[in-house]
T-cell receptor
Framework: AQSVAQPEDQVNVAEGNPLTVKCTYSVSGNPYLFWYVQYPNRGLQFLLKYITGDNLVKGSYGFEAEFNKSQTSFHLKKPSALVSDSALYFCAVRDGRGNNDMRFGAGTRLTVKP | DTGVSQDPRHKITKRGQNVTFRCDPISEHNRLYWYRQTLGQGPEFLTYFQNEAQLEKSRLLSDRFSAERPKGSFSTLEIQRTEQGDSAMYLC???????????FGPGTRLTVL
């Protein structure tokens, strides 16, 4: 079965600095990879996805992620963090063979300090 | 607002009672998912519908849990004989295809006393 690991419970960065939120995955077939963000008292919001094609995918709010097959990673990045980016970020993976069971990581809390 | 909606947003119940939650997906989405999220964890898949057919169920979905999507539109999740361990946020999501992202509702927070 597929699984996702987010090795950092918390990431702290200063406003204006680049940020990275790490994600590694395990899946039998080709991975479908997703990043979601969760703000307090709000539902999960989709940021970006990798299905196939270019390894670098761009998403909402200036976020991007790089698919690295050899390292089985899909790290989320942003060149310049904003205080408003502070939230809980979830990486998720689905097996491309058609399994509808999408597995989420435990989440990483990003705090951007002014 | 044409997003996914869930009702109620909060439910407090006593152990042993039955509860039912409703999810209204985005209207053109044929796929509907239920997840459970506990504090400090990511969402855990419970079950999946394509139109009115329930096609997948997680091992997490014990026989006290039942879900329906009778006309391929809204869905209900019922928990019978609730236990304190059922306390969690129950999330509903919908999508229009396997490779497409899922859109999540705000969730129903269940507290079992």
């Amino acid at each position: 079965a597929q699984s996702v690991a987010q090795p950092e419970d918390q990431v702290n960065v200063a406003e204006g600095n680049p940020l990275t939120v790490k994600c590694t995955y395990s899946v039998s077939g080709n991975p479908y990879l997703f990043w979601y963000v969760q703000y307090p008292n709000r539902g999960l919001q989709f940021l970006l996805k990798y299905i196939t094609g270019d390894n670098l995918v761009k998403g909402s709010y200036g976020f991007e992620a790089e698919f690295n097959k050899s390292q089985t990673s899909f790290h989320l990045k942003k060149p310049s963090a904003l205080v408003s980016d502070s939230a809980l970020y979830f990486c998720a993976v689905r097996d491309g063979r058609g399994n509808n069971d999408m597995r989420f990581g435990a989440g990483t809390r990003l705090t951007v300090k002014p | 607002d044409t997003g996914v909606s869930q009702d109620p947003r909060h439910k407090i119940t006593k152990r042993g009672q039955n509860v039912t939650f409703r999810c209204d997906p985005i209207s053109e989405h044929n796929r509907l998912y239920w997840y459970r999220q506990t504090l400090g964890q990511g969402p855990e898949f419970l079950t999946y519908f394509q139109n009115e057919a329930q096609l997948e169920k997680s091992r997490l979905l014990s026989d006290r849990f039942s879900a329906e999507r009778p006309k391929g539109s809204f869905s209900t999740l019922e928990i019978q004989r609730t236990e304190q361990g059922d306390s969690a946020m129950y999330l509903c999501a919908s999508s229009s295809g396997l490779v497409n992202e899922q859109f999540f509702g705000p969730g129903t927070r269940l507290t079992v006393l």
